[in-house]
Protein backbone atom coordinates (compact mmCIF):
# COMPACT_ATOMS: atom_id res chain seq x y z
CA UNK A 1 0.00 0.00 0.00
CA UNK A 2 1.37 3.18 -1.30
CA UNK A 3 2.06 5.78 1.64
CA UNK A 4 -0.87 8.27 0.60
CA UNK A 5 -2.89 4.97 0.29
CA UNK A 6 -1.72 4.75 3.94
CA UNK A 7 -2.64 8.07 5.56
CA UNK A 8 -6.01 8.35 3.90
CA UNK A 9 -6.68 5.00 5.63
CA UNK A 10 -5.75 5.83 9.17
CA UNK A 11 -7.87 9.21 8.38
CA UNK A 12 -11.17 6.88 7.62
CA UNK A 13 -10.25 4.88 10.92
CA UNK A 14 -10.59 7.87 13.12
CA UNK A 15 -13.41 9.57 11.73
CA UNK A 16 -15.00 5.72 12.26
CA UNK A 17 -13.77 5.78 16.17
CA UNK A 18 -14.94 9.56 16.32
CA UNK A 19 -17.90 8.91 14.71
CA UNK A 20 -18.89 5.93 16.77
CA UNK A 21 -17.86 7.44 20.40
CA UNK A 22 -19.97 10.51 19.57
CA UNK A 23 -22.92 8.18 18.57
CA UNK A 24 -22.99 5.31 21.10
CA UNK A 25 -24.93 7.44 23.40
CA UNK A 26 -27.44 8.95 21.17
CA UNK A 27 -31.15 9.25 21.66
CA UNK A 28 -33.34 8.29 19.12
CA UNK A 29 -35.19 11.05 16.91
CA UNK A 30 -38.42 12.15 17.87
CA UNK A 31 -41.10 10.13 16.08
CA UNK A 32 -41.76 12.90 13.65
CA UNK A 33 -38.08 12.84 12.40
CA UNK A 34 -38.10 9.61 12.05
CA UNK A 35 -40.83 9.66 10.16
CA UNK A 36 -38.64 12.28 7.75
CA UNK A 37 -35.75 10.33 7.86
CA UNK A 38 -37.35 7.10 6.36
CA UNK A 39 -38.77 9.34 3.31
CA UNK A 40 -34.48 10.66 3.13
CA UNK A 41 -33.46 7.01 2.77
CA UNK A 42 -36.36 5.42 0.85
CA UNK A 43 -35.77 8.41 -1.43
CA UNK A 44 -32.68 9.96 -1.69
CA UNK A 45 -30.39 6.74 -0.85
CA UNK A 46 -32.99 4.93 -2.84
CA UNK A 47 -31.83 6.66 -5.90
CA UNK A 48 -28.88 5.55 -6.05
CA UNK A 49 -29.50 2.11 -4.27
CA UNK A 50 -32.39 1.33 -5.56
CA UNK A 51 -36.36 2.08 -4.30
CA UNK A 52 -36.32 -1.15 -2.16
CA UNK A 53 -32.22 -0.36 -1.22
CA UNK A 54 -31.69 -3.84 -2.84
CA UNK A 55 -28.94 -2.16 -4.89
CA UNK A 56 -28.37 -0.12 -8.45
CA UNK A 57 -25.54 2.54 -8.53
CA UNK A 58 -24.57 1.78 -4.90
CA UNK A 59 -24.62 -1.75 -3.03
CA UNK A 60 -27.78 -3.35 -1.75
CA UNK A 61 -28.52 -1.90 1.86
CA UNK A 62 -30.81 -4.74 2.71
CA UNK A 63 -30.08 -6.57 6.25
CA UNK A 64 -28.70 -9.66 4.74
CA UNK A 65 -26.51 -7.53 2.50
CA UNK A 66 -25.54 -5.82 5.40
CA UNK A 67 -24.91 -8.21 8.09
CA UNK A 68 -21.61 -8.69 8.61
CA UNK A 69 -21.11 -4.98 8.87
CA UNK A 70 -20.82 -3.12 11.96
CA UNK A 71 -23.29 0.01 13.03
CA UNK A 72 -20.54 2.67 14.08
CA UNK A 73 -19.05 1.80 10.64
CA UNK A 74 -22.15 2.39 8.87
CA UNK A 75 -22.89 5.81 10.59
CA UNK A 76 -19.46 6.52 9.69
CA UNK A 77 -20.53 5.85 6.24
CA UNK A 78 -23.76 7.80 6.30
CA UNK A 79 -22.62 10.86 8.08
CA UNK A 80 -19.17 11.25 6.46
CA UNK A 81 -19.80 10.00 2.87
CA UNK A 82 -16.82 7.11 1.13
CA UNK A 83 -14.11 10.10 -0.63
CA UNK A 84 -12.93 8.64 -3.91
CA UNK A 85 -17.12 7.15 -4.31
CA UNK A 86 -20.03 8.58 -5.55
CA UNK A 87 -21.73 7.90 -1.61
CA UNK A 88 -21.90 11.89 -0.13
CA UNK A 89 -21.53 13.03 3.30
CA UNK A 90 -24.89 13.79 4.23
CA UNK A 91 -23.72 15.62 7.65
CA UNK A 92 -25.19 18.43 6.30
CA UNK A 93 -28.78 17.34 6.34
CA UNK A 94 -28.35 14.80 9.53
CA UNK A 95 -26.83 14.16 12.97
CA UNK A 96 -24.16 11.88 14.08
CA UNK A 97 -27.75 10.56 16.05
CA UNK A 98 -29.71 10.07 13.37
CA UNK A 99 -27.41 8.44 11.09
CA UNK A 100 -26.60 5.57 13.23
CA UNK A 101 -30.31 5.97 13.54
CA UNK A 102 -30.46 5.30 10.07
CA UNK A 103 -27.59 2.64 10.48
CA UNK A 104 -29.48 1.02 12.85
CA UNK A 105 -32.46 0.20 10.85
CA UNK A 106 -30.76 -0.77 8.11
CA UNK A 107 -29.23 -3.91 9.67
CA UNK A 108 -32.75 -4.78 11.09
CA UNK A 109 -34.74 -3.93 7.49
CA UNK A 110 -35.86 -0.24 6.94
CA UNK A 111 -39.35 1.00 7.32
CA UNK A 112 -41.88 1.59 3.95
CA UNK A 113 -42.40 4.94 3.41
CA UNK A 114 -45.48 6.28 5.94
CA UNK A 115 -49.02 6.09 3.83
CA UNK A 116 -49.53 9.95 2.04
CA UNK A 117 -52.87 11.19 3.29
Not at 12 to 28: E, G, Q, S
Not at 48 to 60: E, I, K, N, T, Y
Not at 88 to 101: N, S
Given at each position: ??????????????????????????????PERQQQLVRVVR???????????????????????????????????????????????????????????????????????????
Amino acid sequence: MDPQARLRLGRWAAVVLTTAATTAMAADPAPERQQQLVRVVRQDCGSCHGMRLGGGLGPALTPQALADKPVDGLAATIFHGRPGTPMPPWRAMLDEGEARWIAERLLTGFPELPASR
